[in-house]
């Protein structure tokens, strides 16, 4: 009769799903790639809050950054399309079946240049999606030329200096409409964590976008995105919880300094302010933050800016409960007496 101790039982979540369901292929990108820490936090947060693989779209573009989503939820569905045009694919995926939650990765490359018009109509449409900006301020798979959010006066590994100013992404989707955004360090776990935990639950368009160096091209001293000038210039506007639906959210509160924002789902964005008086909710005082910060060489980190009210794309266009990707022809395609009539109107 065997005597050996029962294997100890599997670590799972809420709905009984290991972290390997949640994992994808192995990455091709390079050791020390800021975009590599980006993909283990989505694992680590989508695992934590129990939300089904199955029921979540990846989508990206061309550069290093879109390679990510091959690195993460691997039982997802998924489409790499061409580069910049992301955004399109997403919107046409989403309307089709509203009942998927949208991730999108993208570059700065992807993202700030070929992608800078499709990703002003995404925001201003706020389209109900996470939107990731893996941000190395170079194209990393053309040899690391500056991309449009390298900062003025930065320098290439070749001695070359930046003489253009840059597009801040933040700043662009605070104009426009996203209703949540966000910018975080790759190296900071708690801070990111935390940020796209809030961007899961939230029922809008969040815009995260994330300082991730590119340890080939842009690590150096005279970058304005290594991982030491974000040490050295990173600026904390505030420390973050995020408390999810189905855990206990009465916890003791300190006199002051702190906000409590309850997101569509039931879950908590708590948000503890450090030394700056600043209202995440105030859309305005963001952009007025995010000048400031730029005057003085700071990189400012955490939510800039949420808003739970405002209307998705979605809802504005009063779509059939039923995603429409599941409708019969007889209710998306009209009868021929329609057609005639509208054509008779033509003539």
């Known amino acids: 009769m065997s005597t050996a ?8 979540n809420r709905i009984g799903l290991e972290v390997l369901n949640y994992k994808g292929s192995k990455t091709t990108l390079c050791a020390g790639c800021g975009h ?17 693989p199955y029921t979540v779209a990846k989508f990206s573009g061309i550069g290093c950054s879109s390679k990510s989503p091959a ?21 046409g995926a989403l309307l ?26 995404l925001v201003r449409r706020n389209l109900p999606m996470i939107y990731i900006i893996e941000d190395n ?13 390298a900062d003025l006066g930065s320098t290439l590994k070749t001695g070359v200096h930046n003489d253009l100013p840059p597009f801040d992404c933040c700043a662009l989707a605070l104009k426009w409409g996203a209703t949540f955004v966000a910018r975080s360090f790759s190296g900071d776990k708690k801070q990111l964590q935390a940020i796209l935990k809030t961007a899961i639950s939230h029922h809008g368009l969040s815009v995260i976008d994330v ?14 995105k290594s991982y030491s000038y974000m040490k050295e210039h990173e600026y904390m506007l505030q420390e973050l919880d995020f408390v999810p639906s189905y855990e206990d959210i009465s916890v003791e509160i300190p006199e002051g300094g702190v906000m409590d924002v309850q997101m569509h789902d039931g879950s908590h964005l708590r948000i503890r302010k450090l030394d700056r008086d600043f209202d995440p909710t105030d859309r305005f005082a963001a952009l007025k933050m995010l000048e400031e910060a730029e005057k003085k060489h700071e990189v400012l980190t955490g939510v800039l800016y949420v808003n739970t009210n405002k209307p998705t794309f979605l809802e504005l266009l009063n779509l059939d409960d039923a995603p429409v990707a599941t409708l019969p022809q007889s209710k998306v395609r009209p009868a021929k007496s329609v057609l005639d009539e509208v054509m008779e109107e033509l003539r």
């Open 96 to 121: 089709a079946n509203h009942t998927l939650k949208g991730i999108g990765v993208t570059g700065d490359g992807d993202t700030a240049s070929i992608g800078i018009g499709q990703f002003m109509h």
């Open 211 to 224: 300082v991730s160096p590119c340890v080939t091209f842009n690590d150096h001293e005279g970058s304005t």
């Open 71 to 91: 690195y993460f939820l691997g039982l997802s569905h998924g489409f790499n399309g061409v580069h910049g045009r992301m955004p399109a694919i997403a919107t």
């Open 137 to 149: 301020g170079v194209y990393g798979l053309t040899k690391g030329q500056f991309s449009a959010t």
């Open 36 to 52: 590599n820490s980006i993909s283990e936090r989505i694992v680590e947060c989508f695992y934590e809050l129990g939300v089904e």
């Open 5 to 12: 101790a029962p294997p100890p039982p599997k670590k799972v």
